[in-house]
């Protein structure tokens, strides 16, 4: 089985590596990361000339790119990969995208003869180059029992959460709960260090309790360093936000607490921290207070 992969940025060039040290047959393309190309290529990988190149010569696709917009490129653009799969090929999309959008691929696939399932994943790069991310997926079951396979080789958790785009409603889930989190963190660790109690003592008193989290365990350490070296980008939760936020009016779901999360997000952006990991959200505090947290 021949497996191509379009997308090799933080999260695609370790995916892709771990389908190759798996025994996969994988041809890569990124015509944007020609580094990222050579270095896939050099644990084994092939090299697509272009997508469309990719694309005829596999039966599952992997797409792995920022957004909706950029998936219908590699799909469906002038170098589309869609144009030159074979019938009754797979296509793959690991992006986090909006699960209208994913929807509206599937059904243009559909017309092509071609399968798709939306599989997302948590876990950042480093659970990626782990091959421990989790993948939640939409699709139907006879699909996603062929794909199994390949999703245990980059994850160790891998879910069928429904039918087509269930796993970017899943995903969008994931990140309301993680930007509010994260948002959560910084309002009290500002707050604890006003009020005079150093964040160290705070972290270590509350993160065995109730309030303990993948979150904190992960962020706090980063706020108090004042590094905000990315990890999850600003500008790419935004994106997540916003597709939240469509995907809410289409059910008609109040999304309060994520529309105040990605306002402060938008400040940051605003500001030139877009490509902050997204800890830089204490960042909000630290400007309207002109406190800066430490240790
Ligand atoms: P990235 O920007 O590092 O990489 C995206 C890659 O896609 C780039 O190398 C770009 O050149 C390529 N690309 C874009 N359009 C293309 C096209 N038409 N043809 C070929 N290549 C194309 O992004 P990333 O951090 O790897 O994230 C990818 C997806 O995974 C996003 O949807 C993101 O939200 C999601 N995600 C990221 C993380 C993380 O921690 N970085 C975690 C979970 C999920």
Not at 186 to 213: N, R, W
Not at 232 to 253: E, G, M, P, Q, T
Not at 256 to 263: D, G, H, R, W
């Amino acid at each position: 089985m021949k497996i191509g992969f379009i997308g090799l940025g933080i999260m695609g060039k370790p995916m892709a590596k771990n389908l190759v040290k798996a025994g996969y047959d994988v041809i890569v393309a990124d015509k944007f990361a020609p580094k990222a190309v050579e270095e896939v290529v050099a644990v084994g990988a092939k090299a697509g000339a272009s997508n469309m190149d990719v694309g005829s010569q596999v039966d599952i696709l992997i797409t792995m790119v920022p957004n909706s917009p950029n998936v219908k490129e590699a799909l469906f653009g002038e170098d589309g990969a869609a144009k030159t799969l074979k019938k009754g090929a797979i296509v793959l999309d690991c992006s986090s995208i909006n699960p209208i959008a994913s929807r509206e691929i599937c059904a243009e696939l559909d017309k092509m003869g071609i399968e798709m399932l939306d599989a997302p994943v948590s876990g950042g790069e480093p659970k990626a180059i782990d091959g421990t991310l989790a993948f939640m997926v939409g699709g139907k079951p006879e699909i996603f029992d062929k794909c199994k396979d390949i999703l245990d080789k980059m994850g160790s958790s891998v879910v069928l959460c429904g039918s087509i785009g269930a796993g970017n409603v899943t995903k969008l889930c994931n990140q309301i709960c993680v930007a509010i989190n994260i948002a959560g963190l910084a309002e009290a660790m500002m707050l604890g260090q006003l009020a005079g109690v150093e964040p160290e003592k705070i972290f270590d008193a509350i993160k065995g309790g109730l309030a303990g989290s993948t979150v904190m365990n992960a962020k706090a350490p980063m706020m108090m360093d004042q590094n905000f070296k990315p990890g999850f980008r600003i500008d790419l939760h935004i994106k997540d936000l916003n597709n939240v936020v469509d995907a809410a009016k289409a059910v008609d779901s109040p999304i309060p607490l994520t529309q105040s999360v990605l306002e402060m997000m938008k400040i940051l952006h605003r500001d030139g921290d877009g490509s902050c990991d997204h800890s830089a959200l204490l960042k909000y505090y630290q400007k309207l207070t002109g406190e800066v947290l430490h240790h």
